[in-house]
């Protein structure tokens, strides 16, 4: 999580964002904890930044901009890879993230093109890149697309983007007080899904948070969660998030439905369960 | 843990073959039905005479098989021949009867069941109660549909039977025996290919919810082991032999394979992969998982004994019942003990939340007690909460009984409670007699918090969070049961307001009666209900197949409705009234205080205009009895063996 940024047009911190009722970095870096087991935050010496719970490097480097942060965390993440993000995505989609990831493997970069641009605050990077970044630092080519001319970097196209990310939330980020106004209005429904039985077993856990575009469908956010818990996938759900008749879904606990136009509301907890309830 | 499809098949495909070999001995259901006698059909029952120890086959009308089937629906109509008027649940006159089905004994998965059909001494009216496996594919090869035990053994008795007759051996030794050890002595007497049933000590001194127990399994509402240990009977052993013949066996077992497939699919993966343990967790978010005898509909301690951290911490592996593709018996080990015994939904209600217990080692060591001593675990939780109830509102001191020594949480004072009753010692005679009984018996407004309908304990389901299944536990044949009534599906159903009463439910609660009825008289088992899209047609295909008969969906759907009316016929005969159908005084004065339930409640009045519309998508009167057109309808007289 890149999180050093001047944000001079912004005119305001934009980890200090007031989004979705918690400041941006906050609601950044959770995203990153549903993709990945650890996630690092690369600030500026000094700088005051919210509490995540995350690691908080220090760059020092605040007017060298993001390639001094990918040099940061590629040093001291102490993982072979990151994913480098910077903390105006406020739709990061978890699945993108596991899925440029995976895409990774085998490669010095991953770095997505959505709408004919790269975007290199949006890509992993392999510590095997560490030197070409010191010597782009050193050369003052801070750019970091410059990082996608030194390695073997494995471009992830808009038809593999939609498979983990059908809106292109990820892509979704702010720079200026009119973006951050538009975006506020755009937050999508954040629903949780509650699973029993065999769709917790599966999963390997009992909650599953997904974001749903407005106007948010129960059919989008089974779909977000095939997408966030694959292993549902199969059994429980079809890649569309179409549930097999076995299971339904309860809307808080009070009404049962498999009507995947259902309207949600953001804050909904939706019980996903064997259609067998009871003996 | 979770048996794919492919696993299922292979591991499975020969299983069939090598239990119904191992248990049923030649494929009878392989050869075509001999005679007059339809096919899966005898045509004839056995009667033991325990008292002047002689025994009879009696043919059966080839038309009551057909209106009746088999299983709790047949067992219904030959109690109401069998059993006089009036009769003594625990005397002499009362008849016990192990009924079986048409469907046992083939190669259709989940078949190997038979059913415990008696006057309840719990209740005072009609109880059928399943059991399965090895042991119900044996009773298929003694020779008949139906034995009927009556009588009382002047000494303590087993029979042994086989397809030719009864014999009648002194079961003085076994007396005072567990049921699965009495089991395993007359196992190493006779052969490995016998099968007994037996009561424990619960059943021998004639605790009101005692149960049957074979092969790990037990017929357990209804307090038929204590009708049995009234007949000095401890123990049925059968001789393994063959079945009757299919009329189409060639379709039977294509019909079987689908059916096998399907039990191997989504429809089934819960029971597979954590059994109905895994209820508990759903349940209490919920908020219809009864807590503290009913006062609460969530429970704090509920995460330690979902189904899901048992199975993470615990689980040793997952058994399955004979002729059985679905495998749902999930058997846990005692972090404390080390034993492991099977837990179900049920059990794990009544010695948990329903008594304030949260440690699963204290539910498991109670489950393996039940086991032991032959106790229902639902009545025997349901009791011992109220007692604990009465406890806590000095209601036993006022009545004069000794301190109980027992409280909400106290697993320990749980387990003795269990031993005492079974024992019928000190406080645990009281309690061997049922919450109703012994409300009555310790007064005081205790009646007050016996959660019971006709003297039956209630089941997991709280009525006030599901109110289509309030109308199911309410009007229940045998009492307060979640096999009879499976109306809680339709509170689980979209378009269905769980939390409020309305006049649909009369209909609702009717057509799932309905629907277990014809499962509970084929027999199915009701974990496969999700793999059929029409049970009525998937099952008259199975009949057809097995029977030879032109059964129709139709034809099964009246059935169905038929066995509901059987066994209310038999209850109007032993004086039931209107007042008998309704729920516990908590139910209908106190509303829930947790969960998605809070403040919820459900009036006398609802219940009534729900019962009420019961009665009318049965076709009763508005009392509830029986009208002259249904019984015409449903040619209960000619059932009944009664003159129209």
Known sequence: ????????????????????????????????????????????????????????????????????GIQAALIGAGTPAVFAVSCDAPFLQPALARHMAHLAEGHDAAVPRWQDRLHPLLAVYSTRLLPAVSRLLKEDRLRPVFLLDEGDVRIVEEDEILAADPHGLSFCNMNSPDEYAAAVEAIPVRVTFELFGPPRLLAGGSEVAVDVPRPALLGSALAALAREAPALVGSVLDVHGIPSPAYLVSVNGREFTVDRGRTLADGDRLLLLSASAGG | MIAGNEEGRAALASLFEDRLTRAGGPLGWRSAPAGEVPGGYWGRLLHVDLARRRWEFLPLEEQLLRRTIGGGSLGAALLHRWCPAGADPLGPENPLLLVTSPLLGTPLTTTAKYTVVTKSPLTGFITDSLSSSFFALALKGCGADAVVLTGRASQPTWLELDGSGVRFHDARALWGRPAGEAARTLRDRLGRRVRVAAIGPAGERLVRFATISNDRRHAGRGGVGAVMGSKNLKAVAVHSGPVPGAADPQALLEIAARVRERSLGPATLKYRSLGTTANVALFNRLAALPSYNFRRSTFDGAERLTGETLAAERRVKRLSCAGCTVGCEHVFKSAKTGGAGRLEYETLFALGPLLGVSDPDAVLQSAQLCDLLGLDTISAGGTIAWALEAEEKGLFARAGFAPLQARFGDGEGVARLLTSIAERRGVGDLLAEGSLRAARTVGGGSEHYAMQVKGMELPGYEPRSLQTMAVGLAVGSRGACHNRSGAYEADFSPGVDRLRADETRGRLAAESEDRSSLMDSLVLCKFLRHCFEDVYEQGAEMMRAVTGWDVTPAELRTTAERATSLKKAFNLREGWTPADDTLPERILTESLPSGVAAGVSLTREDLRMMIDAYYEARGWAKDGTITPATRQRLDLAGVLGESS
């Open chain 1, 1 to 68: 999580m890149l999180a050093g940024g001047l944000s001079s047009r912004m005119q305001r911190p934009k980890a200090w964002l007031p989004f979705g009722g918690q400041p941006l970095l906050v609601r950044v870096v959770e995203a990153l904890r549903r993709a990945f087991e650890h996630v690092v935050v690369v600030g500026a010496e000094g700088q005051d930044l919210p509490f995540t719970g995350a690691t908080v490097l220090r760059d020092g480097l605040a007017a060298r901009g993001p390639l001094a």
